[in-house]
């Protein structure tokens, strides 16, 4: 695709407890703002989104791409996410790229500290199961996106496996001190790594269907699985 000289980003990262939302011109991170747990809503992310334009004095139109996050992470936080870049995308006519979000971790990770050859990124997957994938400093994955049971991961792990990744919050009391901890700051994506890689992505057309995009999830959700338990 036809890259402009003065790219302007829509960020939106909702996987989280926390959810963000920023914009970017080419590759620097130009404002930031935070929702909490509470505020993910779409009656909450759309006016914040426009705040945030507002205050580089752009207007919507001005926008060339929107990036999403689309996870795995909070189902809930996921889906409001995506549907609002969505919206947008398609009310604007305008670009969407969707990033995963243990891309944007796993890079991240590899910013800071580039002495790592590879790492895993977990996350929760409630129910004591989590969603792991082993990523090389390349970025490139060792192994596809997967859901184990907490025991099951925890059980495969060799001493020094670097680990990092927003499970770590419910893990790290079973783990053996053996295995490899990275600091609790980069343990949830952040949007400097959401700008970098859509940006790649833009910069190599890859982007997404609006109409069918959805969350990176491996299986229902809470309540989706309590609904089937009724039989409905």
């Not at 990124?121 to 004591?128: F, P, T």
């Not at 994955?141 to 025991?151: A, K, Y």
């Not at 999830?217 to 309540?223: Q, T």
């Amino acid at each position: 695709m036809i890259n402009p000289p003065d790219t302007k980003l829509l960020l939106i990262e909702t996987s989280g407890i926390t959810g963000r939302v920023g914009l970017g011109r080419c590759d620097a991170l130009l404002s930031e703002a935070v929702l909490d747990g509470g505020q993910q809503r779409t009656r909450d992310l759309v006016p914040l989104c426009q705040q945030l334009v507002q205050e580089q004095n752009w207007k919507p139109i001005d926008l060339d791409v929107i990036v999403v996050s689309i996870g795995p992470g909070s189902y809930t936080g996921l889906r409001v996410g995506i549907m609002t870049a969505k919206a947008l995308a398609y009310a604007l006519s305008k670009p969407l790229i969707a990033v995963p979000t243990f891309d944007v971790i796993a890079w991240q990770c590899f910013q800071a500290h580039p002495e790592l050859t590879s790492l895993q990124v977990v996350a929760d997957g409630q129910q004591d199961r989590v969603y792991v994938q082993e990523f090389l400093s390349d970025l490139s994955t060792v192994s596809p996106l997967s859901i184990f049971t907490g025991e099951t991961w925890r059980a495969g792990l060799t001493a020094g496996t670097c680990v990092v990744g927003p499970g770590l919050r419910q893990q790290q009391k079973h783990l053996h001190p053996s295995i490899h901890l990275l600091q609790e700051s980069l343990w949830d994506p952040q949007l400097p790594g959401l700008l970098a890689l859509g940006r790649r992505q833009q910069l190599e057309g890859k982007l997404a269907d609006f109409f069918s995009l959805e969350p990176l999830y491996l299986r229902a959700s809470s309540a989706e699985e309590q609904w089937a338990a009724l039989g409905k």
